[in-house]
């Protein structure tokens, strides 16, 4: 092998100085500022794209802390008004309540009248009959007609409860 003789040995040390020195030059102008460009460049837009990705988590924060107080009135405004539409059901029923209540109590007032009247006439009746009775039996008992005053009397005092 060529590459083992010691007598080509400086020539190729003298080619290998020359070819890497010519690589260190192309290498250090030309290819690594490029690189360092596009390094620099992507550096560039990671951060805008962190700076742009920051604003719009501020953004969405602000916009969920808005969203919760909107909920939250809007909550507010409903409990209200589910409170109002129950205070004005509970007066509306307690009204109807209060008007029931004076129907049904002169209701019963007309109707206790007209038992009262009814318990009187009956009274009343059951009277006459007891007098007519109490008189017929009298003179059964007797044999000759009873004072019609005085049965009347008898029969007014056994009502009341004189015995």
Do not use: C
């Not at 009814?118 to 009959?129: F, H, L, N, P, T």
């Amino acid at each position: 092998m060529p590459q083992f003789d010691p007598a080509v040995w400086l020539p190729q040390l003298i080619w290998l100085a020359i070819a890497f020195a010519a690589l260190y030059l192309l290498m250090s102008r030309v290819a690594l500022p490029r690189i360092s460009d596009v390094l620099e460049e992507r550096e560039h837009k990671i951060n805008d794209s962190l700076r742009k990705a920051e604003n719009l988590r501020e953004e969405a924060e602000t916009a969920a802390a808005s969203y919760e107080r909107m909920m939250a009135d809007a909550r507010a405004k409903a409990q209200a008004a589910v409170r109002e539409v129950r205070e004005k059901a509970a007066e509306e029923a307690a009204e109807h309540h209060a008007e029931l209540s004076d129907k049904l109590a002169e209701e019963i007032a007309v109707g206790e009248a007209r038992i009262a009247e009814e318990r009187a006439r009956a009274v009343a009746g059951v009277r006459d009959m007891a007098v007519e009775v109490a008189e017929a039996a009298a003179a059964r008992l007797v044999g000759e007609a009873v004072d019609a005053k005085k049965v009347t009397a008898a029969v007014d005092t056994a009502i009341k409860g004189g015995g």
